[in-house]
């Protein structure tokens, strides 16, 4: 627990544009480091569950990171039922930066 969250607060802290890449499922401490990233990217059909709830950890301040991410409403629907939200509806109602096709996510551009 301790280093997840050390891992999310350098995330959060660092000095330097950090830009994370999501496929499969997305929950748990990856989650919010994948969320509270500079620049988010999910594939389309990444399944993104805040799972704190099914863990009784629903409403600890330390954990509504999706509430600053998106409406409150769509936010508490989330969190409180423990639904999952593909990634390209992530995109759509502002949870991360987005979403692209699973082919997309690992092209390096050049410079």
Do not use: Q
């Amino acid at each position: 627990m301790k280093e997840a969250r050390e891992i999310v607060y350098n995330v959060i802290n660092c000095s330097k544009p950090v830009v994370s890449a999501m496929r499969g499922v997305a929950v748990g401490a990856g989650l919010v480091c994948g969320i509270w990233a500079d620049v988010s990217i999910a594939t389309k059909d990444c399944r993104i569950i805040d799972g704190h709830s099914a863990l009784g950890a629903a409403g600890d301040p330390r954990r509504d990171h999706l509430a600053t991410a998106v409406r409150l409403a769509k936010a508490k629907y989330f969190l409180l039922l423990c639904e999952e939200v593909l990634g390209e509806e992530a995109e759509r109602i502002g949870l991360i930066s987005l979403a692209v096709a699973d082919s997309e996510l690992d092209i390096k551009r050049s410079t």
